[in-house]
């Protein structure tokens, strides 16, 4: 595997449902980010990780939590969701240094029912 | 507050056809701005990072420029395959997120 990696491609819950979204970097990147794309929307910002600590939680419900275990895998857990929540949720992370490029993954597409 | 603003919203061409995509910003100190390639169901592909004004980047058939207010995404004599919608997006100084723009959606005809 190359890249940002992302699993699974495509998730419909129900909003009783609890799941979680995984993402892997095979970068060697310290920081990874979580963003929201919903239709007709600009990419929105939910959290960031640097070194595996949470530096920017963009004001995001509790019941999106996010979970750093290593500066390779981020997660996001889902709990309780509404149907507004369906959107495209986007992996991305950054080499520590001059580059301030971040690199995307494929995301996953939620649906709440 | 940062703002990003694309134009147009949508742009057709014909193959070989040449057009620019506009990206509009105001930031309180801009450490970067960023093009991104977005395909259907996918996520953004990196194309260029933009430091300061007056900087310039080519990758086949795109240019990318920078001037203190603007970025402008020159397409010389598209392909079908240029087809995508394109995200211009700004990092402020000490800030972590991308500010995105809606986007520009291309489609290029035969």
């Known amino acids: 595997e190359t890249g940002v990696t992302q699993t699974p491609r495509h998730l419909v819950m129900g909003m009783t449902n609890k799941k979680s979204l995984k993402c892997e970097q095979h970068l060697g990147h310290n920081a990874m980010y979580w963003y929201k794309q919903s239709a007709k929307k600009p990419l929105e910002l939910m959290f960031v990780?640097?070194?595996?600590?949470?530096?920017e939680n963009n004001s995001v419900p509790s019941r999106f939590s996010p979970e750093c275990p290593n500066s390779s895998h981020l997660f996001l857990h889902l709990h309780t969701l509404q149907p507004e929540d369906s959107a495209l949720y986007l992996c991305?992370?950054?080499?520590?240094?001059?580059?301030?490029?971040?690199?995307f993954g494929p995301g996953t597409r939620l649906l709440v029912l | 507050e940062d703002q990003v603003t694309q134009s147009p919203e949508a742009l057709r061409l014909q193959e070989g056809e040449s057009s620019s995509l506009n990206c509009s910003y105001t930031?309180?100190?801009?450490?970067?701005l960023f093009w991104y390639r977005q395909d259907p169901g996918k996520g953004p592909e990196f194309l260029f990072t933009l430091y300061s004004a007056g900087e310039e980047k080519e990758k086949e058939r795109l240019k990318a420029t920078l001037t203190k207010k603007e970025s402008f995404l020159h397409i010389t004599a598209p392909k079908p395959e240029d087809s995508a919608t394109y995200l211009c997006a700004v990092l402020r100084d000490s800030g972590y997120a991308l500010n995105f723009g809606k986007g520009t959606s291309l489609l290029v005809t035969p």
């Open positions: 930031v309180s100190g801009l450490r970067g």
């Open positions: 991305a992370s950054k080499a520590e240094g001059l580059s301030e490029t971040q690199y």
């Open positions: 990780y640097n070194f595996k600590e949470q530096t």
